[in-house]
């Protein structure tokens, strides 16, 4: 079943990304479904399915599947482009992809999944720790740091950026918890730090460096103690 999903995840990923040029994706936008490199695109599809699946007529109707679900899934899409935000039209039409990649394995190869997998303990543990690391560490971090207001900057920014990049980080200090690798941690704050130094450079007194410097140490408390936490509780469940 795993091999089976991984070659047909592997021609799902050479069509749609590494044979698909930029070219392709902005003529396709302009004319939709009357663009040639659509049709150029579903018949890559189809050649990169015959190799994975190693011309095999036992998956013919498996790839016929794959193939004409591919060029609807396309079709909708080009017709929502500008009508639907394109980053959640990206993650739909990956989605659907998937799922026929996954209907089309269980016709083949039979699984089950069951609801009951979800409330596994241990998947909830996980699922508590992720969104304290990332939601409710940022909500933590804001009331603890609200107590310092530094004085408004005119530098450009990007929107809610300094939000995204704590809880990535955080996300990648409790994984690096959790998979016992703590010199990865050491990695994370040495790039932080280089990245930051332009910004503590600049600064004419020691407000912004001692700003940074509690927020950094309160964004990896956090999620080091969760990520202890985590390995505490998981041999338990």
Not at 55 to 84: E, P, R
Not at 153 to 177: C, H, P, Q
Not at 211 to 218: N, P
Request: charged share 15%; hydrophobic share 55%.
């Amino acid at each position: 079943m795993i091999v089976l999903f991984i070659k047909l995840l592997l021609a799902h990923l050479v069509g749609d990304f590494l044979l698909q040029p930029s070219k392709w994706v902005a003529d396709k936008e302009k004319h939709k479904i009357k663009s040639k490199y659509l049709y150029a695109h579903i018949a890559i599809h189809f050649i990169a399915l015959l190799f994975v699946l190693q011309f095999s007529f036992k998956y013919i109707w498996g790839i016929v599947i794959l193939t004409v679900s591919h060029f609807i899934i396309d079709a909708i899409k080009l017709h929502l482009n500008g009508v639907v935000n394109s980053r959640w039209l990206f993650c739909l039409d990956q989605l659907a992809h998937l799922t026929l990649i996954a209907i089309v394995v269980r016709i083949y190869e039979p699984f089950t999944i069951t609801i009951d997998t979800i409330y596994d303990p241990k998947i909830l543990l996980a699922i508590c720790c992720i969104i304290f690391v990332t939601v409710v560490s940022s909500i933590i971090m804001k009331i603890i740091i609200s107590k310092w207001q530094l004085e408004e900057t005119n530098e450009a920014s990007l929107k809610d950026a300094g939000a995204y990049i704590g809880m990535l980080e955080r996300l990648f200090v409790f994984t690096f918890i959790v998979l016992n690798y703590w010199a990865g941690i050491g990695f994370l704050i040495t790039a932080k730090s280089v990245f930051r130094f332009g910004d503590l450079s600049k600064a004419k007194d020691r407000k912004l460096t001692e700003y940074i410097l509690i927020g950094t140490l309160l964004s990896f408390g956090l999620a080091i103690g969760c990520g202890l936490l985590f390995n505490y509780i998981l041999p338990l469940l």
